[in-house]
């Protein structure tokens, strides 16, 4: 069993900055996928990062793009997810997760963390 806790949300204006931290604990391993998906009201969990173990492939929705940076420091079971440059539409409830064969489809991942509110205000 992972125990998956995320923190770093918060209320922002448009424009700043935010770094979501996921810290990962118990059946650890640094062979899996480690994402970020968000969820707005009304909407379906969306993919928008994931880095494979070692933290070399990084994957982005093109949403995010150029905004966005996933990384990963597995001497600390933990990855981050720095979002600059935030808008109004990257309001959210973030999620990390983590399994061995995530993608950007939810249902890949195994393990999930319960949340952190990102509110952008314009």
């Known amino acids: 069993q992972v125990h998956l806790v995320e923190s770093g949300g918060g209320l922002v204006q448009a424009g700043a900055s935010l770094r979501l931290s996921c810290a990962a604990s118990?059946?650890?391993?640094?062979?899996?996928?480690m994402g970020w998906f968000r969820q707005a009201p009304g909407k379906e969990r969306e993919f928008v990062a994931r880095?494979?173990?070692?933290?070399?492939?990084?994957y982005y929705a093109d949403s995010v793009k150029g905004r966005f940076t996933i990384s990963r420091d597995n001497a600390k079971n933990t990855v981050y997810l720095q979002m600059n440059s935030l808008k109004p539409e990257d309001t959210a409830v973030y999620y990390c997760?983590?399994?061995?064969?995530?993608?950007?489809?939810?249902?890949?991942?195994?393990?999930w963390g319960q949340g952190t509110q990102v509110t952008v205000s314009s």
């Open positions: 997760a983590t399994g061995p064969r995530g993608s950007i489809w939810p249902r890949t991942y195994d393990y």
């Open positions: 118990g059946r650890t391993t640094s062979t899996y996928i």
């Open positions: 880095t494979t173990g070692s933290g070399e492939r990084t």
